[in-house]
Structure formats: C-alpha cells, structure tokens
C-alpha cells in the first residue's frame, strides 16, 4: 500500500514558466514533509519543508503547499529554470524522533528552455 | 555536496554472495539512515541508527543488517544476494539540531548477477 503518492511520473514545463509537482498521502498520522531533488547519478538534496501545523512554506523559487483536509501537498516553482530538470520526491513522516520517512516514487521535471 | 559519503560507487557481484556498503556521516551528524532505490521505485527506507543505536527499523530483510560505530560510521551488510537485491542503497545523516533533515551521499550502485 503506497501511502504517499506522486501519480505524475513526469511534467514538462517552458522556461520561466510555474511548475506545480503534486503529492497525496493517505496516512492522517504524517506531521512532517519534505520535498527532495534528485539528479542522476546523484543522491536526492533537501529543497523544502513543512510541518502540518502550517499550510504554506517559501524558499525563494520554490513553495510548498500543505491541505490537510484533502491529504495533498504540492511543490510550486516560479520561474522554473533549465536546471531545475530532475526527479522531485516528496516524502512523509509520522514517527516523532526517528523520521522515518516514507517517500514517493517521484515526478521527473523537463524543464524546456 | 552533502557531506555524506558512501563507498564503494558501485558493486558488481554474483547471487549467494554478501557485500558490505560503507557510509561516513556529514561532520557532526549523530543519525545514519540506509534506504533502498529500486529500479522505478521510492526509496524505501531500510533502518536508522542514532549515536550507535538501533533507532527505527523499516522493510529491512532478515539477510541484511546494519551497524553504526564510534566514529559514527555505518556499515549495512547485505547477505545470500539475490537478484532483486540490485538496487540503489542510500545513506543519509541528520543532526541533532535539524533531525528532520536528512541529507543523502551519492549512493551504492548493486548489481546482483
């Protein structure tokens, strides 16, 4: 059972344009998220996140939204760059103290210049 | 760069057989997590140590196991390979200050022939 879920395998997006890469999760237990990037060859590097006593969390280009009524997050990058080309990860923890993260399977970013 | 480091790169080698992934921790960093990437898949997380102490355990087969030493490294032993045990493991280490963030090395690459 995929308790977190990046149903897009991939996205295209022009330059300079918004990316929106969504998340669903099942578990109303998960308190913390996190969105991960990773480039081949490569091991995945923290972006951004947020604990579910917030709905919005900015970092510069990239912004996450939590709605914890409907178990969804999404990550918004304005503008989108070349070099944001990459597979996303969202991943979910519900286990205070071990952050043991349960991930997603990851949305491949083609970012067209 | 994370400061996560992990040895070797890659590992080839032949069903039956048990190798041994090497994962050093970013300076400071008290907490080693392993994952598993298989082709297409999330990472799956396998096991966490703290400070050289088993602290949450994940999908972790019964033929693998893992250890944390003094000096903070880590080593995860993987035993009687088989061939879905070709995967990508990956190592991660928090702080104990920003425990909810972990930052990945590059990787093991496992071929199991």
């Known amino acids: 059972d995929q308790q977190v879920k990046q149903n897009s395998p991939s996205l295209s997006v022009q330059e300079g344009r918004i990316s929106i890469l969504n998340c669903d999760y099942t578990n109303s237990m998960f308190d913390y998220f996190l969105w991960y990037k990773k480039y081949p060859a490569e091991g995945p590097t923290f972006l951004i996140s947020?604990?579910?006593?917030?709905d919005k969390n900015e970092d510069g280009r990239f912004t996450v939204f939590l709605n914890k009524s409907a178990k969804h997050l999404s990550l918004h990058i304005v503008p989108s760059q070349p070099g944001d080309s990459a597979v996303y990860f969202c991943?979910?923890?519900?286990?205070?103290?071990?952050?043991?993260?349960?991930f997603g399977t990851g949305t491949r970013l083609k970012v067209l210049a | 760069d994370s400061g996560v480091t992990q040895t070797p790169k890659h590992l080839i080698t032949a069903t039956g057989q048990r190798v041994t992934l090497r994962c050093s921790p970013r300076s400071g960093d008290l907490s080693v997590y392993w994952y598993q990437q298989s082709l297409d898949q999330g990472l799956q997380f396998l096991i966490q140590?703290?400070?050289?102490?088993?602290?949450a355990k994940g999908n972790i087969l019964e033929r693998f196991s893992a250890q944390q030493f003094p000096d903070l490294h880590s080593e995860l032993n993987l035993s009687s390979l088989e061939l879905g045990d070709s995967a990508l493991y990956f190592c991660?280490?928090?702080?104990?200050?920003?425990?909810?963030?972990?930052?990945f090395g590059p990787g093991t690459r496992l071929l199991v022939l």
């Open positions: 140590y703290y400070n050289g102490e088993e602290r």
């Open positions: 991660a280490s928090s702080g104990p200050a920003t425990q909810e963030t972990q930052y």
């Open positions: 947020i604990s579910s006593i917030k």
């Open positions: 991943a979910a923890s519900a286990f205070p103290g071990t952050y043991k993260y349960i």
